[in-house]
């Protein structure tokens, strides 16, 4: 019963901007981390950035410097902000958290967003 729900996603051109967000809902205890995905045409699913409960945060080297991960830990929400946007980072992105729910009996489980479309244009 819990779902992620994202926005954000759209066409933009290069050097331009776009800002995801994705909420996390349901019987949520507690979210050990939540962060982003993304995979290409003809590529593996590949890590973008990742936050954990207590701030630690990872990123893809491809992205440092130029996305931003953060949190609202009371709304359950992380957002990920892209700035100066390559046509490489044309991609499926998807929002994943690995949470524990009121009825997973105290067991953390992986859920996934249904995955929105980012678009750089040259």
């Known amino acids: 019963q819990v779902q992620l729900v994202e926005s954000g996603g759209g066409l933009v051109q290069a050097g331009g901007s776009l800002r995801l967000s994705c909420a996390a809902s349901g019987t949520i205890i507690t979210i050990n981390t939540m962060g982003w995905y993304r995979q290409a045409p003809g590529k593996q699913r590949e890590l973008v950035a990742e936050i954990t409960r207590f701030g630690s945060i990872n990123y893809a080297d491809s992205v440092k410097g130029r996305f931003t991960i953060s949190r609202d830990v009371a709304k359950n929400t992380v957002n990920l902000q892209m700035n100066s946007l390559k046509p490489e980072d044309t991609a499926v992105y998807y929002c994943?958290?690995?949470?524990?729910?009121?009825?997973?009996?105290?067991?953390?489980?992986?859920?996934w967003g249904q995955g929105t479309q980012v678009t750089v244009s040259s």
């Open positions: 994943k958290a690995n949470l524990i729910s009121g009825t997973s009996y105290y067991i953390s489980k992986d859920y």
